[in-house]
């Protein structure tokens, strides 16, 4: 049995934008969690990525700041958003802010605004009078907070994304300082890719009582993505390897992920000295830089990005065909991630180790 959008009780206004979007159905990962957070009272889910889990946090928090506000009047030009949503890198939070955007297309009262480092601070400040949702990464928001450039008195629900990456990358410290200054918060949504034990402490410091829905474990589905694995004899038979896959006619787009920052430029040199449309993307270059590359991807000027885990999160193109792990991951939930860069938005796709 599929649940639509209306059925789950979601505004027309969202009902329209999800069908302006062509998502005929809710995911399963959804149709729990729309009911759920309307409910009300805090959440801890552990789903795959690609599930359509962003929309799934996004529609029913949405669907609150239109019926709060049904005549859609601009809101007080204050820093003083009542959703804010934490992201663990900067391309998440441009992917959720981005996702939020075409929700909330054509509707009025409504600001979104992304806080992230490695952009202008001027913008980003302009963008937050007004704004009823933010997303944010930890380390600029506070930097904001300090700087009184908002305040987060006023937010009312917190959604925590990819938890587990936001341990891994040392934001546990951020993230109790965000905790204090919207305690007063009434709902938090945490998502995570496990619940291995230091995410559930985690928790249970962000939360309260918080009910949970376990969608997916890392690894167990991903039925819509082929897995395979080759065995090199050396390096250059690795090189070799990858060639003859990236010249598979079935291909259509392509992430190589690498080990290091410097193999992934290494690889995208060599991929392009022998003709290949590749490029490269790490955390170390000018986010002006790594904004361009991927709106290349995006629009499929880039047949081939070579990058590292981090900056490869939150990747969302339909048209990656196929995930290449160069170099391996180095933690099981890193495989997960990666190759779920494929294999997106019910498409099939194939990762190859
Ligand atoms: P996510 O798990 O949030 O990264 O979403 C994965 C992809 O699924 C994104 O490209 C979404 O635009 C897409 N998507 C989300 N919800 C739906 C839906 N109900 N029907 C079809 N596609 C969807």
Not at 33 to 49: E, K, Y
Not at 211 to 232: C, T
Not at 322 to 331: A, D, E, Q, R, S
């Amino acid at each position: 049995m599929t649940i639509t959008f209306k059925e789950l009780g979601l505004n027309d206004a969202l009902v329209k934008a999800t069908e302006a979007l062509g998502y005929t159905q809710a995911t399963p990962v959804q149709e729990q969690i729309i009911p759920a957070a309307l409910a009300g009272g805090d959440w801890m889910v552990s789903s795959q990525t690609g599930s359509g889990k962003t929309a799934a946090f996004l529609l029913p928090l949405l669907h609150q700041l239109i019926e709060a506000n049904p005549s859609g009047k601009p809101q007080p030009g204050r820093a003083e958003p009542q959703i804010l949503i934490l992201c663990p890198t900067r391309e998440l939070a441009q992917q959720v802010a981005a996702d939020a955007v075409n929700l909330v297309r054509g509707m009025k009262g409504i600001r979104i605004a992304t806080v992230m480092g490695g952009m202008p601070y001027g913008k980003q400040i302009q963008a937050l009078k007004g704004a009823s949702l933010v997303v944010a990464t930890p380390g600029r928001l506070l930097d904001l907070c300090d700087s009184k450039a908002i305040r987060l008195d006023d937010v009312k629900q917190l959604v925590i994304d990819e938890a587990d990456r936001m341990l891994d990358m040392g934001f546990a410290e951020d993230l109790e300082a965000i905790d204090q200054r919207c305690s007063g918060r009434k709902q938090t949504l945490m998502f995570s890719a496990t619940f291995a034990p230091n995410i559930m402490a985690l928790a249970n410091e962000l939360t309260k009582n918080a009910k949970r829905i376990e969608l997916a474990h890392a690894g167990e589905k991903h039925a819509n993505i082929e897995q395979k694995l080759h065995w090199a004899d050396s390096m250059s038979h690795k090189h070799q390897l990858l060639e003859h896959i990236l010249a598979d006619a079935t291909l259509d787009q392509a992430v190589v992920f690498a080990s290091t920052q410097v193999e992934s430029e290494k690889i995208a040199d060599t991929l392009r000295a022998n003709g290949y449309e590749a490029s490269a993307l790490h955390g170390a270059m000018p986010q002006a830089v790594r904004m361009r590359r991927l709106e290349s991807l995006r629009k499929g000027h880039t047949k081939i990005l070579v990058a590292t885990d981090v900056a490869a999160r939150g990747i969302d193109v339909p048209r990656i065909s196929h995930v290449i792990n160069f170099g391996l991951p180095m933690k099981p939930e890193d495989y997960t991630h990666r190759i779920g860069r494929t294999g997106r938005a019910g498409r099939n796709g194939v990762a190859i180790t």
